[in-house]
């Protein structure tokens, strides 16, 4: 699977600490490569996250990320309000890249499981290539305040939606409790984790044991030890 | 003439509020005291900016209080901060130790008792705001602190077949997925829906006990 962030498009793990400008993910948001005034855009949103990422987002100034981007005050301010509308914008591109990847991966034909299985190692590969992007994505949101505490809970609606299929096999009637939320809220809970001990490369680890938490409450436990089991030899 | 035990003691501040006999106090008056007012306005004053945002001015602008009495309750900011956060897990603890039977066994009441609990929060949500949304920016850690001592206040016992470690980490997990949608709901601006979460919170609490069918069943019957 193509790696949209890296540069020469070649797929495999990135280095984070090789100092290279993180370049937006290219052709899935319809963004066209020519116009200025996008790449414009697309540098300040690339060195807000490389800045807020490294020193966190109350350190981080305008200044900062201008100096990170190379690009001019008077186009900062065309293009965005202030600090905080160009960490949301910045944020929304990345939520709107892993959920992508996820969804991708997701589609992919299969049984259901199986279908979970693929999108959860999609979701944690994401997470795992760059502990930057992971610590602006997870944590840095909470510090901004009430308009990104809303996104944030908006976004995360989007991937616990995803598992709300599994309720047409379960076998058990439908109504409360919202099992797509408590298995969405786990998984989240698992990765949120990682992100704060700085140990995202660790993710892809826990791919059988969040494998078995997505669907336990859809399927029980016998089948989803099974499916724990198959992603313990995927691995 | 004894104090009210309205007054708090709020460590010897001068010009504390005088207590008064309990029957001569009007219907709607609280007599709440500085310390209280003080972690009242923090909570307000991040639900509108956030913490990082808040100043010391902010705080004691809402809580009409002087800059001097702050300093006299608390060094700076940051304390301000976690002693609110602690007041808010006593008040937790409190709720459930109000709700929780000392004679039925506790799968019995985790649904009263959940239910109190997220209709306190329901009825605070500048306070729940602060522990279980901006206290994630501030320390993640201090939320796993006081978690811990709800879990303790709950005093869930361990299933059998369980060690120590296995259980923690399961609890933590459970806590932990609560408190992801409790903030979900509080971020989207429902918290006074938070009741509605009622059945997720018995079936993650009951279900290490009674496995996947019976916890769903206890978790419907409570909506």
């Keep these: ?235 | 003439m004894t104090q009210s035990s309205l007054v708090e003691n709020n460590h010897g501040s001068i010009g504390a509020e005088r207590g008064v006999l309990a029957h001569t106090v009007p219907q709607d008056v609280v007599v709440i005291s500085q310390r209280q007012r003080v972690l009242d306005a923090i909570a307000d004053c991040c639900a509108e900016k956030t913490y990082p945002a808040t100043t010391i001015a902010d705080i004691v602008a809402q809580a009409g209080v002087s800059r001097r009495t702050f300093y006299k309750l608390f060094p700076n900011k940051r304390s301000c901060f976690e002693a609110a956060v602690q007041r808010f897990a006593d008040e937790v603890a409190e709720t459930v130790e109000a709700a929780r039977s000392e004679e039925d066994p506790w799968l019995d009441t985790i649904g009263k008792t959940l239910g109190a609990v997220l209709a306190m929060l329901a009825s605070k949500p500048a306070f729940t705001n602060l522990a279980l949304v901006e206290a994630v920016g501030v320390e993640p850690a201090l939320i796993d602190a006081y978690w811990k001592l709800v879990i303790d206040k709950l005093r869930v016992p361990r299933p059998e077949g369980k060690d120590d470690d296995q259980w923690e980490r399961e609890t933590r997990v459970a806590v932990g997925a609560a408190q992801v949608m409790i903030a979900q709901q509080i971020a989207g601006g429902r918290t006074d829906e938070l009741t509605s979460l009622l059945p997720e919170l018995v079936y993650i609490a009951v279900l290490p006990f009674v496995g996947q069918r019976e916890a769903l069943m206890q978790a419907r019957l409570t909506s």
């Excluded at chain 1, 996104?151 to 599994?166: I, T």
Aim: proline fraction near 8%.
């Design chain 1, 1 to 235: 699977m193509p790696n949209p962030r890296s540069d020469t498009g070649a797929s495999g793990p990135q280095n984070p600490q090789d100092g290279r400008p993180w370049r937006l993910p290219r052709g899935r948001h319809g963004l066209p490569r020519e116009t200025v005034a996008r790449s414009q855009r697309e540098r300040l949103i690339g060195a807000m996250v490389r800045v807020a990422g490294a020193k966190g987002y109350s350190s981080t100034s305008v200044a900062d990320v201008l100096e990170a981007s190379g690009v001019g005050r008077a186009t900062f301010y065309e293009m965005f309000e202030d600090k905080e509308d160009c960490f949301l914008a910045a944020h929304s591109v990345l939520v709107d890249d892993l959920y992508a990847q996820t969804t991708a991966a997701y589609a992919q034909p299969g049984p259901w499981p199986e279908r979970v299985r693929n999108g959860l190692a999609a979701l944690l590969a994401w997470f795992a290539e760059d502990p930057d992007i992971a610590r602006v994505t997870m944590l840095e949101i909470a510090t901004i305040g009430p308009a990104a505490q809303k996104l944030f809970g908006e976004q995360f609606s989007r991937f616990s939606a995803l598992l709300e299929e599994g309720n047409e096999f379960s076998d058990l009637p439908e109504g409360p409790p919202n099992l797509a939320n408590i298995a969405g809220s786990t998984v989240f809970v698992h990765i949120y984790e990682q992100v704060v001990l700085e140990r995202v490369g660790n993710l892809p680890n826990l791919l059988p044991q969040l494998t078995f938490e997505a669907l336990f409450p859809f399927l029980g436990e016998e089948a989803a030890r099974a499916e724990e089991r198959k992603a313990q030899v995927h691995a």
